[in-house]
């Protein structure tokens, strides 16, 4: 789900009342950032505060360390009970069927009901403890919540603190709800963003519509699930925290999908509850990005972090109290996918007002978002903008070399597309699986991986 797409961020085309709601309770983070948007790299951040050449996610559909400290572990070893709900997308290999055994992958949750990936959004299966798949019944996206509320419910006959995770398939491709959301949306009567371009296989009316109609979806979930906790005793005690993965093009810039360092790609939700210590309908400009979830939510609920963390602890910001507001924020993409059109491996960097992206052999992308918000011209190597261009260069530089980012993370063999990376066995990191395919050449060859949604 991409940040623009609710009420409270000015899209007049969605309804979210109860996101909208939602956010005039909490600090809404207007800038909550992707550093890798894409499914998996983007979760194994969530889970571990590091980027992903540190904690080896570097492509997607590989499957992350069980020796990882992970948020999960650490707050089950402070005493939480912990709870995993939803699309996992952390355990590699073969998606389907997609049961997940209990034990140290699944990285500190102690209940589960959750599948590995699946995007079947309307007829969709979750596994417990065994190896029985158990029907949803129902749009998943309900399901999920559904399956939150009996989670909510056996903490009220559990004395320990919780940690809950919610991991919804819906809004991503392919994108529907139910009729009833479908019915709210006429696709000639929505304002399509002033970057919005045809192309290949470009989501037009229709799949925006859709796609528009499943945030709402969401919007409805989200107002049930918010209700349980606000009649429940421990209400004012509880941390919600509603955000996404990654964005999604969806026709700007003639793009498709995610991958991409263009806002509608990077930025994400980020409204956060917690009525002991914030103060209603607070907005924040902060630059939060995914990096920063795991020491925040730690220092928020008091819990001492392992070490090697990446990202910052936002919690003065959050208590309002003074902080120093980060000045930019990093991002990375390792590799190419020809499934979205992403040609190559690219880092960036992003301030409040400017956004900057390059490839390894040469700059991409930058934008002025103050003149130019919805990105439409590309001043990287215009003369007027060298100055401009040179300090984004030495702060992305020193982005990389702080966090020990070296191009020689980036791969240049598709292994995402056609579902290599899922298609036959587990791999941990890319060059284990580049070693696969030299001695499988037949195997790794590209075709379509029919059935299996990307």
């Not at 939150?148 to 006959?157: I, V």
């Not at 499943?214 to 209400?235: E, K, P, S, Y």
Request: aromatic share 12%; net charge positive; proline share 7%.
């Amino acid at each position: 789900m991409r940040g623009q797409a609710m009420g409270c961020m000015g899209d007049g085309n969605v309804r979210t009342p109860n996101l909208d709601r939602l956010a005039a309770e909490s600090v809404h983070f207007r800038n909550t950032l992707a550093n890798t948007p894409v499914c998996c790299p983007a979760r194994a951040i969530l889970m571990t505060g590091q980027y992903c050449h540190r904690n080896g996610m570097v492509a997607n559909d590989l499957r992350m360390r069980e020796s990882h400290s992970s948020l999960a572990k650490v707050l089950r070893a402070a005493g939480y009970r912990t709870g995993f709900i939803g699309k996992w997308h952390l355990d590699g290999g073969p998606r389907l069927p997609g049961f997940v055994p209990p034990g140290e992958r699944r990285q500190g949750f102690e209940f589960w009901a959750a599948n590995q990936c699946s995007h079947r959004h309307f007829d969709n299966v979750y596994f417990r403890d065994s190896e029985q798949a158990i029907p949803l019944g129902k749009f998943e996206a309900e399901g999920w919540t559904d399956l939150g509320l009996e989670f909510l419910e056996g903490s009220r006959r559990d004395e320990r603190p919780f940690f809950l995770c919610i991991f919804y398939g819906p809004p991503h491709d392919p994108y529907g709800a139910p009729d009833e959301y479908m019915r709210q949306y006429d696709p000639q009567k929505l304002k399509l963003r002033p970057n919005w371009r045809a192309g290949e296989r470009v989501p037009g009316r229709q799949e925006i519509a859709a796609y528009y109609a499943a945030v709402t979806a969401i919007d409805r979930q989200v107002g049930r699930f918010t209700a349980a906790i606000d009649n429940a005793a421990w209400r004012d005690d509880t941390v919600l925290l509603f955000a996404s993965d990654h964005g999604d093009m969806l026709g700007s810039q003639g793009e498709r999908l995610k991958r991409k360092p263009w806002e509608e790609s990077i930025l994400v939700p980020g409204i956060l509850r917690f009525p002991r210590l914030v103060k209603r309908g607070r907005v924040e400009d902060a630059l939060f990005t995914h990096v920063d979830f795991m020491p925040t939510l730690l220092g928020l609920c008091g819990v001492n972090p392992p070490a090697g963390l990446q990202g910052l602890d936002f919690t003065p910001r959050i208590a309002g109290r003074r902080q120093p507001n980060p000045e930019s924020a990093f991002f990375q993409i390792f590799g190419p996918f020809a499934g979205d059109g992403t040609a190559d491996g690219w880092r960036g960097v992003r301030t409040h007002r400017y956004l900057y992206a390059r490839y390894q052999s040469k700059p991409w992308l930058l934008y002025d978002l103050k003149q130019d918000p919805y990105q439409q011209d590309n001043l990287a190597g215009q003369p007027a903008a060298a100055r401009l261009q040179e300090r984004m260069e030495s702060m992305l530089e020193g982005w990389m070399k702080t966090t020990g980012d070296s191009w020689s993370y980036n791969w240049r063999h598709p292994v995402e597309d056609a579902g290599r990376l899922y298609r036959h066995r587990t791999f941990y990191t890319v060059e284990e699986y580049l070693d696969w395919a030299r001695k499988n050449p037949e195997l790794d060859a590209a075709r379509p991986v029919p059935g299996k949604a990307r």
